[in-house]
């Protein structure tokens, strides 16, 4: 991206979160609750947490939807944050595709991991304990393939950031959602891995040194700007 789009596209989504706030943060924070509940109930149901997550997580896009339709329908009310709900199976047909790939990223590091859980009969918790304990010391060959999966993830996660955008907001097939996607990372790959550090960063600071208010703030901010980005580059695909 130039310099010029950057800032363009920065201030474009300063000026919308100044004008919206009364909508973004009370949503915002709604929605941490819910991440938090999601972590809160794992600890005595894995099963349920899962089912939580698979209805929290499309209020992820949220954002993007609410920015889209009032960008394009002057749509100001609280119900676009649930309208992604509408086009839900249509979000999940794109996202399913997104977890195939990394699951395929992932393979060599669950591998290694069900190679090491068998000692322990597949059980998780008891190779936690075990390891945390230091009765149990994991193959170096999980480190290895830990490093490895979760580095090529990182690197390949540019290029599968916006399938969803062009796949819901422009009615593409999959394939042209992804191609799309792809060739926006291609030129654009230093500037959206270095976006994604900065995201983790201050999430990973919003969560444990601010005890949410930055990621309250950041979520908003973060997905309006990846918005704005696919807004300003998918006017220069066309």
Known sequence: MELKIYKDVLMRTIHFMRLHYLHLLPFSFVLFVLLLLVGFVSVSSNKLSILILAMVSPLLFSFAFYVHRFEHHGENTWKNFINIYADIVRYYKVQGLK???????????????????????????????????????????????TFFSVTLTMLCYPF??????????????????????????????????????????????????????????????????TYYIYSSWSARLS
């Open 160 to 225: 599968v950031i916006f399938p969803e955008y062009f796949y819901i907001f422009e009615k593409l097939d999959i394939k042209s959602a992804y191609k799309k996607s792809f060739d926006l990372a291609k030129h654009n790959y230093f500037s959206l891995l270095f976006l994604m550090v900065i995201q983790i960063i201050i999430f990973s600071l919003g969560s444990f040194l601010s005890c949410g208010f930055l990621f309250v703030l950041a979520l908003p901010f973060f997905s309006i700007l």
């Open 99 to 145: 977890y195939f790939l990394f699951l395929i990223a992932l393979l060599p590091m669950i591998v290694v991991l069900q190679i090491e859980l068998a000692a322990f009969g597949f059980d998780l918790e008891l190779f936690y304990h075990a390891e945390k304990s230091g009765s149990y010391l994991p193959s170096p060959y999980l480190y290895l393939t």
